[in-house]
Every structure is written in structure tokens, then in C-alpha cells.
């Protein structure tokens, strides 16, 4: 802009001189004129006059035009200084906008240099990132084979707990059939010593008898029939103790899974009857009716697979003889197992009750069992 401004006033310069340089040189011509004035005709008088006129009105439009001229200078310098105080401003803007430059420049030197550190710790992240990632599938690969030999463990470990539940099961049966026989042994023991007395008695009274052959003849004949009598006598009690009854059961539950739970009490009906000597248990109604009076055992042994509580009630007629219960966190199958000696005269009857909300597991491999004998009879 301010350079455009100069090319105006230089042209208009130009221009004002050059009016001046033609109103010089008509002043000029008309001097000489005057110098060689010579007598002229009216006509030439005329024609000067009317240039010297001409030369007036030009002279005034020169001025006129040098005023004009002369306000637009004072324009052009009041324009002038206005460009100049914006031209100071705009250097002083220059000099804050490469003081600030600088200090972007210097802002710039400073984040390149923290890009570059923060691009060696990003590889050496990414480096250590790859390394634990390596690290991690290793210990995947490791856990998944632990799984599977833990899963193998599990497997074993519930086949052998199933083993053990029923070896459990068959030594309580073992264990009262060996307290039955210890009984009948007891009490074969004691007739024999009854009997072994007896005859030590006969045998002394023979023995008198023998050293007394010829003078007690009569009392020999006598004896015998004493003896005979004696027979008689333990005939008839060996007829009035006869051989004790034989009663035992063993059984298992179903083979349904899940059992429970319930809202009620629910009697359990142990379905698979593996031994039932007397016929006293019904699977029916899962009841044990007691043929005769006497002692008797019972056993019973209860699993479960669910989160919760697994429990059993044993109820002798309408009494509650036992509560057993047992909580379960559903990692594995959990066991309980209990016993109780009962005396019942003959009628009484046992059997098993699930309490509500309490549950239990049951499949092929009999987790589930309750069995009993009689002990001995009274």
C-alpha cells in the first residue's frame, strides 16, 4: 500500500511540471511578441487577446490543480505517518512473534528429545510386554496340563472314595455279622458249660457207680434211669431254646441322581436290596419291621454332589432316634456316615427320613446305603 501511494504523488509531480514547463513557454512567445511588435491588422489584435486569456484561465487551473495537489500530499503524509506507526507496530509484533518463535522452537527441541526417550521406554515396554506374554502362554500351557492331571486326580479320587464308601458299608456288615456270631458264640459256650457240667456230674456219679458195681447194682439200675431221665430233661430244653433267627439287610438307594430338596419331611426308600435275610426290610415302603425282640444295628451312609446341606433323620416308629447332617461347598462329593444300636421288641419299626431343604446324590455307584442285623434276640 505504501508503495502505491509513493507512485501517485511521484505521477502527479510529474504531471504539475509539466503544466508548468507549457504555461512558461506560451509566457515566452507572447514576450516576443511584444519585442517585434510590428503595426498589426484589428484581426491579430483579436487572436492575441484571446490567447492571453486562454494563458489566465490555465494559469488559474494550474493553481487550482497545485492546491488540490498540495492537499493530497498533506493526505499522503498524513497516510504516510499512519502507515509508518503500523509499520513500527507491525515490526515490534514481528520481533514478540520470533521471540515466541524461538521459544516454540526451543518448547519443540525439548518434546522431540522427550518423544525420543519415551519411544526407547515404549520399545523397551513393548520388549517386556512380548517377554510376559511369552511368560503367561507358558504358564497357560502349564495350568491346562495341571488341570487335566487334576481332573484325572478327581476322577480316581471319586472312583476310590466310591470304593471306600463301600467297603465302609460292607465292614459295618462284616462287623455285625461278626458281632451276631460272637453272640451265638457266647451262648453256645454257655450251654455247653451247662451241659459239660452235667456230665462232669454224671461222669462222677458213674464213677462212684463203677467202684461200687457189686454192691450197688440196684442204685447202677437206678442211676441209669436217672441218667436217661437227665437226657430226657435236656432234650426238652434244647427244644425250648431254639436256634436264634437270623435277620439282616442291605441296601442302596436309587439310581435316579439328585435327590431333594424338599419342602416336608420325605421318607427315603432305599429301592436296590442287595441282601434281605428274614425279609423284614421293605423297599416298598423303606421300613425295617422287627420280627423278633432283640438288639439290632443299623448303619447308614449319606453323599452328596450340590452346594448345600445333605442330612439324614432316623425315626424309630414315630420316635426321632438321630439328626446327622453335613454341609457341602459343591467342589467334590462329600460324604456322612453314622450308626446306632436299637432295642426293639417285635413290630417295632426304623427307617430313614431327608429333613426339608436338605439334599442328596445318588447314582450307580451306591453312594447312598442303609443296612442292619440283629444282634441277638432277648
Known amino acids: 500500500m505504501f508503495n502505491c501511494t509513493m507512485r501517485v504523488v511521484l505521477g502527479l509531480l510529474l504531471v504539475l511540471l509539466g503544466l508548468c514547463g507549457s504555461a512558461a513557454q506560451q509566457d515566452g512567445f507572447t514576450k516576443v511578441g511584444e519585442i517585434g511588435e510590428f503595426p498589426e491588422t484589428a484581426a491579430r489584435d483579436t487572436a492575441d487577446e484571446s490567447i492571453e486569456d486562454t494563458t489566465k484561465q490555465t494559469r488559474h487551473d494550474i493553481w487550482a490543480e497545485l492546491r488540490a495537489l498540495k492537499d493530497t500530499v498533506s493526505d499522503v503524509r498524513v497516510e504516510l505517518y499512519l ?24 518448547r519443540v527441541d525439548l518434546l522431540e528429545k522427550e518423544n525420543a526417550d519415551l519411544q526407547t521406554r515404549l ?65 453256645l ?20 457207680l463203677k ?16 441218667i436217661r431221665a437227665s437226657e430226657s430233661r435236656i432234650d426238652a430244653l434244647e427244644k425250648q431254646n431254639p436256634e436264634k433267627p437270623k435277620v439282616a439287610f442291605y441296601t442302596a438307594l436309587t439310581d435316579a441322581g439328585q435327590v431333594g430338596p424338599y419342602n416336608a419331611d420325605v421318607t427315603l426308600k432305599y429301592s436296590k436290596v442287595f441282601t434281605n435275610i428274614g425279609n423284614a426290610y421293605s423297599p416298598s415302603t423303606g421300613f425295617f419291621t422287627a420280627p423278633v425282640k432283640g438288639v439290632y444295628s443299623f448303619q447308614f451312609t449319606a453323599a452328596s454332589y450340590s452346594k448345600g446341606y445333605m442330612g439324614v433323620l432316623v ?34 419299626e426304623v427307617h430313614l427320613v431327608l429333613p426339608p431343604n436338605h439334599h442328596l446324590f445318588e447314582s450307580g455307584n451306591n453312594h447312598n446305603t442303609f443296612s442292619g442285623a440283629l444282634l441277638f434276640p432277648l
Open 315 to 348: 425315626f424309630k416308629n414315630n420316635q426321632r432316634i438321630m439328626y446327622y447332617e453335613k454341609s457341602n461347598d459343591g467342589r467334590f462329593v462329600d460324604y456322612l456316615t453314622n450308626s446306632v444300636v436299637l432295642e426293639l421288641i417285635a413290630g417295632d
Open 123 to 187: 520399545s523397551s515396554s513393548e520388549s517386556e510386554l512380548l517377554v510376559s506374554k511369552f511368560r503367561i502362554d507358558q504358564v497357560e500351557k502349564e495350568n491346562a496340563v495341571q488341570e487335566t492331571r487334576l481332573n484325572a486326580t478327581e476322577s480316581q479320587t471319586s472312583g476310590l472314595e466310591g470304593e471306600i464308601t463301600d467297603l465302609q458299608t460292607r465292614l459295618s456288615s462284616s462287623e455285625s455279622e461278626l458281632l451276631f456270631s460272637k453272640s451265638r458264640i457266647d451262648q
Open 189 to 208: 459256650g454257655k450251654e455247653n458249660a451247662v451241659q459239660e457240667t452235667r456230665l462232669n456230674a454224671t461222669e462222677i456219679q458213674t464213677s462212684g
Open 211 to 226: 467202684g461200687k458195681i457189686t454192691d450197688l447194682q440196684t442204685k447202677l439200675s437206678k442211676s441209669e434211669e436217672a
Open 83 to 106: 502507515l509508518q506507526r503500523d509499520n513500527a507496530d507491525l515490526q515490534t509484533r514481528l520481533s514478540s512473534g520470533e521471540r515466541e518463535l524461538l521459544v516454540s522452537k526451543f
